[in-house]
């Protein structure tokens, strides 16, 4: 059996180690786990889990003993079993939520965890290890059969999480998860709950990934979290801390729950006696399950917070609602403030109090968010670094907003996620990761990248994220689909990184206050390159067709949501709107656009109705969320002046196709997967002959990424070594240039050069600030 162990540790074999025994399972025969009935409750859920995967796998029943088994489980501090194996689990001190498997020299698989969370990881591996996906229920990866499961004599694998903290957000639930729990899986009288059947699907992927913080769905459409009979004892029964998001604090769902416990406005200048005891209420009601407090106060919902206007105002009011909290937590959960897991979020406008110098205590986590696309706006400082509390992050890849939504396909670049999460590590924001996965399908292979990289961001970086799609790929389809997928499922993420599907309309939210925003335009792009695009995605959308006959048939419903949805729907947007742009023009007629549209509407249909699934899934996809006009089929309508055209270059480089230099290249990132980072004071030469004109406009495209510490993302130009001035890129909150660079993925600075009669011409990019990643550059003739 050939696998990759994490934290596999290398033995020296001793000369006795021949009479050690290997440990064997075998099909249809009765497994016995050791475990003392003692153990947490999180302990006996895991090994429930692996009860039913020992079943669907070996077709093997399970039993339980408290002395002597097949496996034995237990914690270090809480089980005495280790002693009787001889069984050294020293390794686990002074570890968080670590185990170690290992195998006696009697050929018992021993599962030690330094607390009940690394417990139940460590029984979850061994699901792992005999075939289990995380996905298997949802994304009905079910399990192949089989004879037998080994691990050698003298197995032994460590592991234990990078980041603390680790989980999702369900957000933006309003026309997947909530839809397709209340009215299809957990049948409620109308549209509007995630009950506990639900949520217990949720902490058993949770608990599968190796995760254990969870933020419920907070919009007005669902019944808040802890408002739904059950749902607490469910997040007990997984181990799972329940946090909230920024506008949430105190464990308080303020959007769905002020209106139905709180009195008057939620205005901490003008009402604060009933806020207050709005947090005093659900904390005196939660004080002993395992909360993570998000502490703060912000609107409502999404909006800045009622009463104070001015940045000064509101970091006055901020102040006095950390002490009050801080007073509630003190009261009532420990006297011992310090010690009760509390996160700040500076999110949207409270980053800017944050900077005007709003005083948080030490103890409290600072969780930093990026701008909802993707690219993170803060990295700690070294004072901030040092903080008790540590440093988390709170990361997009669904979002519902301005300038434009991204809540339908799950098209996010697992490249641009790699590399703004390294970089989030290697700058200490090291404490808690959450991921906003809006409604978990179809977004399930950011959701396990994001998690394996909060558990093990030393093996994911050192293997890479091609690697890592590939191992993704392999597991889920058999090794020669997953390679036959790999670049496939590549090109499909770069051509959504250069335009989402959700973006193809060239539409925006912002102009809900004029009719501008419901009218499809022209996207920017020339008549050569609309026809390349719709080349692309003809051909990955072909291949994945002719795959779709080698798939077991028991893998169809898996094929289809993890590969054949998301690819042949993203071609069929695209074709809906590039065709149109094209039948605007003249260019040709509007069946294939709508066409397109058909098709959508049909692969959507499969989706929810299934294939051997019988309708599991139905009311989760909906390829119109919120009926933006990017989804309805196109209006008819004409133009009669020419597709724009753009203007030939004459050299195109890729920021790592320098000819001097030393580039940092950011694996599969970019428009051409080959962009790269520049170190603070690093130089690029990209060399080129011929020039047939005297002046020449140079364009640099750079990953619209946010600056690291100085405030600036700054570059120098120069050519033949005559420097230009100093170029900045920055962007300030919600600019109309960040909206620009968001939507296309460059942030994007033109420069004029005369040019000199030489045989080389010499280009030179030096980065000024930590942060400069280069995507492309383009030489034009003016």
Known sequence: MKRYLAGFLCLVLAPHIWAQASFNLQAEKTITIACDPAEEQVVQTALELFKRDCLAVFSSPTTKDTQKGDIIVGTVGKSSLFADYGIDTSVLSNK???????????????????????????????????????????????????????????????????????????????????????????????????????????????????????????????????????????????????????????????????????????????????????????????????????????????????????????????????????????????????????????????????????????????????????????FPSDEERTRKGGNGIYYHVSYWGRPHDYLWLGTFSPALLYQQMKEAYEHGIQKMWILNVGDIKPIEYQTELFLDMAWNIDEVVQKGISNHLGKFLKREFGNSIGEKLLPVMQEHYRLAYIRKPEFMGNTREEEYHTNAYRIVKDMPWSKQYINKRLEDYLSISDKVENLTALIEPNRQDTYFHLVKYPVQAAAEMNKKMLYAQLARHGEMNWDKSDAAYDSIVSLTRIYNTGINNNGKWHRMMDHQPRRLPVFEPVDRSYISEPLAERGQSLYKWNGSECTEGTPILCEELGYEGKAAMLKKGQELIFNFDHCPTDSIKIEIRLLPNHPMNSGQLRFSISLDKKESSVISYETKGRSEEWKENVLRNQAIRQVTFPVKEKKKHLLAIKALDEGIVLDQIEVYTL
């Open 96 to 378: 968080k939520q670590a185990f170690l498997l290992t195998v006696s020299a009697e050929g018992k698989l021993v599962i030690a965890g330094s607390d009940k969370h690394g417990t139940a990881y460590g029984i979850m591996e061994i699901s792992r290890l005999i075939g289990v996906s995380p996905w298997e229920w949802w994304a009905d990866a079910i399990p192949e059969k089989r004879a037998s499961f080994q691990l050698e004599a003298g197995f032994k694998m460590l592991q234990s999480p990078s980041v603390e903290y680790r989980g999702i957000f369900i957000n933006d639930e309003d026309w997947g998860m909530m839809q397709w729990s209340s009215l299809n899986y957990e049948p409620w009288y109308k549209a509007g709950r995630i009950g506990p059947r639900t949520n217990e699907r949720i902490f058993e992927l949770l608990l599968r990934l190796r995760a254990n913080t969870y933020w419920p769905a907070m919009h007005e459409c669902t019944v808040p979290f802890f408002l739904t009979k059950g749902n607490r004892e469910i997040a007990e029964k997984f181990g799972i801390y329940i946090g909230s998001s920024h506008c949430e604090p105190m464990a308080c769902n303020a959007a769905g729950e002020w209106s139905r416990r709180g009195k008057g406005d939620y205005d901490y200048v003008n009402n604060s006696n009933s806020v207050y005891r709005f947090w005093e209420d659900r904390v005196k009601e939660v004080a002993g399950q395992e909360i993570l407090y998000t502490v703060g106060m912000r609107g409502v919902h999404d909006g800045q917070m009622q009463g104070a206007k001015t940045i000064e105002e509101q970091k006055v009011i901020l102040e006095r609602v950390l002490k009050d909290q801080r007073h509630l937590l003190q009261e009532y959960v420990n006297k011992d403030v310090t010690s009760v897991p509390q996160v700040f979020i500076p999110y949207k406008e409270v980053l800017d109090i944050y900077r005007a110098g709003l005083q948080v205590p030490e103890d409290i986590t600072l969780m930093w968010c990026d701008d909802n696309y993707g690219y993170i706006r803060h």
